[in-house]
């Protein structure tokens, strides 16, 4: 699974939703996997605003990778020159390349999965399985 | 027509068959009406949209609105996720949504796949953040199947190489079986629905049959409180007058 899923991921134990602790659940033990694919630049800039940037950030941390910087990334730190004096203006999206920073990102949110391993929940402490990269949120019958 | 996903890899012993039901919904979803709501709903310049189908099955739905984000949305950057209470389903799923969207000649515009994940209903999705949602339910009013023996029977058992006849028919009536009225499974997803759509504009897609009294469910909806609207915007297999299968928007409008 990627790492972007778990942006919208939470433990499935309805008392732990309200408590600020049961987001972002944390790996465990995990396996990580690279799969590769095309970086989506226009994708990317506009993901930025959907990020839990902190707690992509504790994610990363936990499962060993470098870290990200302390603040999000603006739409553009992600193009290739954006922040040179050579202003971009004029140039269209389609000629814009990926600057380092989005190569990262993309790498970090699209190509990192978690193929084997436990996600845990901060509040109550539960762990999910994720076996052949599917997670799974199923509860045994007393917590339901 | 837009093209439907290839499912040719997954076996349908254990995994829900795309059928009428299936059809309607990539039908609708398409249509002009709703492509004309959904792309006004969310337009370009706005954060990418996260589509999520509860009960994904063989993944063709959610296979056909990530492969035709362009065409149904009017922006290629949607998101989709998916769940299915049956792991054989999540596997199946996964190869069918990502092979669609690789299928798409225009890299730079292909949307974004998510992951399919095990789960109940929309139980592990955090708290409004779905943005459209869609479900065809187990919607046939028929015993449900007995849950107890779902963890052994979720998995190709431990020793075996392949899975048992039982366990595929246990498999199968996951997909199918909605209790009394065909409304049990259903009525459980409703009450997730205000809580995992998105403050604004989440919308949700809920197909129903006429057993289920498609219009006591949407008055339901509407008695959720001020704004919660709901309406049907698709129908199929017209029987003696009425008819048999309908696609429910369900969404809220802010006063």
């Known amino acids: 699974m990627k790492l972007l899923t778990l942006n919208f991921l939470t433990c499935a134990i309805k008392t732990c939703k309200t408590n600020a602790s049961s987001f972002p659940l944390h790996p465990r033990d995990a396996e990580l996997e690279i799969q590769e694919a095309d970086v989506n630049l226009p994708f990317l800039k506009n993901i930025l605003p959907r990020l839990m940037w902190e707690e992509l950030r504790t994610i990363c941390k936990e499962l060993g990778l470098p870290d990200l910087p302390p603040t999000p990334p603006t739409p553009t730190d992600l193009i290739s020159g954006g922040n040179s004096t050579d202003t971009t203006e004029g140039r269209t999206q389609a000629e814009q390349e990926p600057s380092q920073t989005a190569k990262d990102l993309h790498r970090v949110l699209l190509e990192t999965c978690i193929q084997e391993g436990k996600l845990v929940c901060g509040c109550c402490g539960h762990e999910y399985a994720v076996k052949e990269g599917v997670a799974n949120f199923l509860l045994p019958g007393h917590l339901v | ?255």
């Open chain 2, 1 to 255: 027509m837009l093209p439907t996903p290839s499912t040719s890899h997954v076996c349908f012993d254990r995994v829900y068959e795309p059928a009428e039901d299936s059809y309607l919904l990539l039908d609708t979803l398409s249509s002009s009406t709703e492509s004309a709501f959904l792309s006004e709903r969310f337009l370009q310049s706005t954060a990418p949209p996260l589509v999520l189908e509860v009960g994904v099955g063989s993944g063709v739905v959610l296979a056909f609105v990530a492969a035709n984000a362009r065409s149904i949305f009017g922006r290629h950057d949607i998101l989709t996720l998916g769940t299915d209470i049956n792991s054989f389903a999540c596997q199946a799923a996964s190869q069918t949504v990502s092979t669609a969207v690789k299928d798409e000649e225009q890299h730079e515009e292909r949307s974004i796949f998510l992951d399919i994940v095990n789960g109940d209903l929309a139980s592990s999705i955090r708290p409004h953040s779905i943005d459209v949602f869609i479900f065809n339910p187990p919607y046939v009013p028929a015993e449900l199947p007995d849950f107890s023996r779902h963890t052994d029977y979720n998995a190709v058992p431990e020793g075996k190489t392949k899975t048992s006849f039982e366990q595929d028919s246990y498999l199968l009536e996951l997909s199918y079986a909605g209790g009394e009225d065909g409304m049990v499974v259903t009525n459980r997803m409703l009450e997730q629905i205000p809580d995992i759509l998105s403050k604004g504009r989440g919308v949700g897609y809920v197909l129903l049959c006429a057993q289920n009294k498609p219009d006591i469910v949407k008055q339901q909806i509407r008695d959720w409180g001020s704004g919660w609207q709901a309406e049907t915007v698709g129908t199929s297999g017209k029987k003696a007058g009425w008819e048999k299968l309908h696609i429910v928007r369900i969404w809220k409008n802010d006063d």
